[in-house]
T-cell receptor, first 115, second 112 residues
Framework: GAGVSQSPSNKVTEKGKDVELRCDPI?????LYWYRQSLGQGLEFLIY????????KSGLPSDRFSAERTGGSVSTLTIQRTQQEDSAVYLC?????????????FGQGTRLTVV | QQQVKQSPQSLIVQKGGISIINCAYE??????FPWYQQFPGKGPALLIA?????SEKKEGRFTISFNKSAKQFSLHIMDSQPGDSATYFC???????????FGIGTKLQVIP
């Protein structure tokens, strides 16, 4: 595809359930980011994947959050035992990290609502 | 640790006025400073970017000013229009395998 694709675009789940959010980055992009954006708030960094390096998980808010990136392409963000405070828009971005070019391209996001 | 500090968090400007958003960074390894624009319901999109070998870059009504010694950079929107109303994020990155770091964002409202 031409851009970063995220699915689903909207997800409503019951408190305590697990959810999986998917990100398809731009083909060939080696770097992939997950961010969380609460209503009217800034971008909260969650996790960063770069090639085959160990991911930077420093932004994950708790051990209920995890992410993986299979084959250096598609990524899945998993939230276990969801809580109401997990409600937010989850944004994925990818970039082609080569030299000093680190422009990040964002998907439209997944709006997660925990009821 | 907030590596990129952005201010103000919200800004109201009259149509035709100048919108100014400021950012400061700490990591001297940063060598790429983009600004992103986000409209409601959309993901952020690159607006304009600068590298530290220049002090200013202009694209249409949007200008980035860069002060390397002060480790500060700013976005100026000249002749601000209601269509510019959006959230603006500054960011900083470097070559190699360092992730891009974003500021907290500025919600700009341009009123007629």
């Amino acid at each position: 595809g031409a851009g970063v694709s995220q699915s689903p675009s909207n997800k409503v789940t019951e408190k305590g359930k697990d959810v999986e959010l998917r990100c398809d980055p731009i083909s060939g992009h080696t770097a992939l980011y997950w961010y969380r954006q609460s209503l009217g708030q800034g971008l909260e960094f969650l996790i960063y994947f770069q090639g085959n390096s160990a991911p930077d998980k420093s932004g994950l808010p708790s051990d209920r959050f995890s992410a993986e990136r299979t084959g250096g392409s598609v990524s899945t963000l998993t939230i276990q035992r969801t809580q109401q405070e997990d409600s937010a828009v989850y944004l994925c971005a990818s970039s082609l990290v080569r030299g000093a070019n680190t422009e990040a391209f964002f998907g439209q996001g997944t709006r997660l609502t925990v009821v | 640790q907030q590596q990129v500090k952005q201010s103000p968090q919200s800004l109201i400007v009259q149509k035709g006025g100048i919108s100014i958003i400021n950012c400061a960074y700490e990591n001297t390894a940063f060598d790429y400073f983009p600004w992103y624009q986000q409209f409601p319901g959309k993901g952020p999109a690159l607006l304009i970017a600068i590298r530290p070998d220049v002090s200013e870059k202009k694209e249409g009504r949007f200008t980035i000013s860069f002060n390397k010694s002060a480790k500060q950079f700013s976005l100026h929107i000249m002749d601000s229009q209601p269509g510019d109303s959006a959230t603006y994020f500054c960011a900083a990155g470097s070559g190699g395998y360092q992730k891009v770091t974003f500021g907290i964002g500025t919600k700009l409202q341009v009123i007629p």
